[in-house]
């Protein structure tokens, strides 16, 4: 069950308020509840559901400015959510692990309560009648009822785009790149992850009225060798790639 109330707000003639609130509620999954010696290559643990499981809560807020004009739109939108009865797993010390070499077992629990904070930033601009600008930045904080930090939260991450149309043409200059991640929890078996920036360029043609698309272009134009702090294992991403497709309309 959730329930929701947004409120908005017109300032002026170029600035946008919104507040948002919120409660959920969320079930225990069946893994959590049912699961039996269910191993996680990424931590090497074996994981226990728990048929006593509370229902997880949600409170949400956030607070969301824009600012608009004709070529430029700006929105700051900061968010916070508290969520009692978090479901986590932790390490039980008198429970065997089932899997050959695993590091131990994890059992599902609420823990008292668990926070979320962050925000995002989203710009839009119109440099002139065949430029566009767009850049998105999203940074989020997570921390359980012990002030640990939990684990799968990237860090500060962005993406910003250069677009160019004129006449059949367009062009597009992609640089997407991410602070350092050091805010993790080994337990999870999380280690930190370097920074890293990737250029992308791409580009494609539409001709015959629309009816015909050619698009190409070059990921990670210097070869940077790099991964998310989400990708799994830590396996590095695609080293510079080139691609070309051809779409047809009917």
């Given at each position: 069950?959730?329930?929701?109330?947004?409120?908005?707000?017109?300032?002026?003639?170029?600035?946008?308020?919104?507040?948002?609130?919120?409660?959920?509620?969320?079930?225990?999954?069946?893994?959590?509840?049912?699961?039996?010696?269910?191993?996680?290559?990424?931590?090497?643990?074996?994981?226990?559901?728990?048929?006593?499981?509370?229902?997880?809560?949600?409170?949400?807020?956030?607070?969301?400015?824009?600012?608009?004009?004709?070529?430029?739109?700006?929105?700051?939108?900061?968010?916070?959510?508290?969520?009692?009865?978090y479901i986590f797993a932790r390490t039980a010390e008198n429970v065997l692990p089932m899997t050959p070499g695993a590091n131990g077992v994890k059992v599902y629990e609420?823990?008292?309560?668990?926070?979320?904070?962050?925000?995002?930033?989203?710009?839009?601009?119109?440099?002139?009648?065949?430029?566009?600008?767009?850049?998105?930045?999203?940074?989020?904080?997570?921390?359980?009822?012990?002030?640990?930090?939990?684990?799968?939260?990237?860090?500060?991450?962005?993406?910003?785009?250069?677009?160019?149309?004129r006449n059949h043409w367009n062009i597009q200059v992609e640089c997407e790149a991410a602070l350092p991640q050091e805010k993790i929890n080994p337990a999870f078996g999380?280690?930190?992850?370097?920074?890293?920036?990737?250029?992308?360029?791409?580009?494609?043609?539409?001709?015959?009225?629309?009816?015909?698309?050619?698009?190409?272009?070059?990921?990670?134009?210097?070869?940077?060798?790099?991964?998310?702090?989400?990708?799994?294992?830590?396996?590095?991403?695609?080293?510079?790639?080139?691609?070309?497709?051809?779409?047809?309309?009917?």
């Amino acid at each position: 069950s959730s329930f929701n109330l947004r409120l908005q707000q017109l300032w002026g003639k170029s600035m946008i308020a919104e507040v948002h609130a919120g409660y959920g509620e969320r079930l225990p999954t069946l893994s959590e509840t049912y699961g039996f010696y269910l191993f996680n290559r990424n931590d090497g643990y074996d994981y226990i559901g728990n048929v006593n499981l509370q229902t997880e809560k949600s409170w949400s807020g956030d607070l969301s400015l824009t600012y608009f004009t004709s070529a430029l739109q700006v929105t700051v939108t900061g968010f916070y959510k508290y969520l009692p009865d978090y479901i986590f797993a932790r390490t039980a010390e008198n429970v065997l692990p089932m899997t050959p070499g695993a590091n131990g077992v994890k059992v599902y629990e609420n823990i008292p309560f668990a926070n979320f904070a962050g925000g995002d930033l989203t710009i839009l601009g119109n440099l002139s009648p065949a430029f566009r600008l767009v850049n998105t930045t999203k940074y989020t904080v997570a921390k359980d009822d012990s002030k640990n930090p939990l684990p799968l939260i990237p860090p500060l991450t962005s993406i910003t785009t250069l677009q160019y149309w004129r006449n059949h043409w367009n062009i597009q200059v992609e640089c997407e790149a991410a602070l350092p991640q050091e805010k993790i929890n080994p337990a999870f078996g999380e280690d930190t992850t370097p920074g890293y920036a990737v250029l992308n360029l791409r580009g494609g043609y539409t001709f015959r009225k629309q009816k015909l698309l050619l698009n190409g272009g070059i990921e990670n134009v210097f070869d940077t060798f790099y991964h998310a702090h989400l990708d799994w294992g830590n396996i590095p991403r695609p080293g510079r790639n080139l691609y070309l497709s051809l779409a047809v309309n009917f």
